[in-house]
């Protein structure tokens, strides 16, 4: 049974470019979550989606992010024009359900560098 | 005030003592808590759970919680230098959306000396 399956593992964009970071989730699992990690710092909720749902978006920035989890596919995080400050390790993580929300699997991750 | 707190560190024990980590939480209506461990440029994977009031117990972890002085804490027995990592406290609380999300401490990064 695969685990959380995150492309790419490294980005390089430069400043203005586009973002575009793919989770799968793992079998079975419809609940998909978005966590931003800077260096030396904790990991900072960005979004939890299910399927063709985005439920709570509250950790996301107000302008150039956006996720979307289609009913086939992927889970998605769009950055837009990025910026430096966006340079961070993006990790997705998905669960069975909110009952099992605490025992999150995670992904390995999507380091994106902006220069 | 930080929903999840934990002491940066580093914490620096010897092999073969017993490290403390310690989380305390704002949300009193916080019902689940959570310790993952995160080695350098990996993901995080949870290693112990606690929901209610007391000691659990798990090979050499233990995660103790205290729901009324909202601090959670996790101890290492006989630590290994293989448990050199950052130590992440979550805690599940109901957000403004009415969903159930985990909520991440910054982390310690405890160092094993040999």
């Known amino acids: 049974n695969a685990g959380v399956m995150q492309n790419p593992r490294h980005l390089v964009r430069r400043r203005g470019q586009e973002a575009r970071l793919r989770c799968s989730p793992m079998?079975?699992?419809?609940?998909v979550y978005w966590y931003r990690q800077l260096p030396e710092e904790g990991l900072k909720f960005m979004v939890y989606?299910?399927?063709?749902?985005?439920?709570?978006e509250s950790g996301m920035p107000k302008e150039r992010f956006s996720a979307e989890f289609p009913k086939e596919g992927p889970s998605i995080l769009r950055i837009q024009q990025v910026v430096r400050g966006d340079s961070a390790a993006y990790f997705c993580?998905?669960?069975?359900?909110?009952?099992?929300?605490?025992?999150?699997?995670f992904g390995e991750g999507s380091r994106l560098t902006v220069l | 005030q930080k929903e999840v707190e934990q002491n940066s560190g580093p914490l620096s024990v010897p092999e073969g003592a017993i490290a403390s980590l310690n989380c305390t939480y704002s949300?009193?209506?916080?019902?689940?808590f959570f310790w993952y461990r995160q080695y350098s440029g990996k993901s995080p994977e949870l290693i112990m759970s606690?929901?209610?009031?007391g000691d659990k117990e798990d090979g050499r972890f233990t995660a103790q919680l205290n729901k009324a002085s909202q601090y959670v804490s996790l101890l290492i027995r006989d630590s290994q230098p293989s448990d050199s990592a950052t130590y992440l406290c979550?805690?599940?609380?109901?957000?403004?959306?009415?969903?159930?999300?985990?909520?991440f401490g910054t982390g310690t990064r405890l160092t094993i000396i040999p």
């Open positions: 949300d009193r209506g916080s019902q689940s």
């Open positions: 079998k079975g699992h419809s609940h």
């Open positions: 979550a805690v599940k609380r109901v957000s403004n959306f009415g969903n159930e999300k985990l909520t």
């Open positions: 993580a998905s669960s069975l359900g909110t009952e099992n929300t605490g025992e999150l699997f």
């Open positions: 989606l299910q399927k063709e749902n985005i439920i709570d």
């Open positions: 606690i929901y209610s009031n």
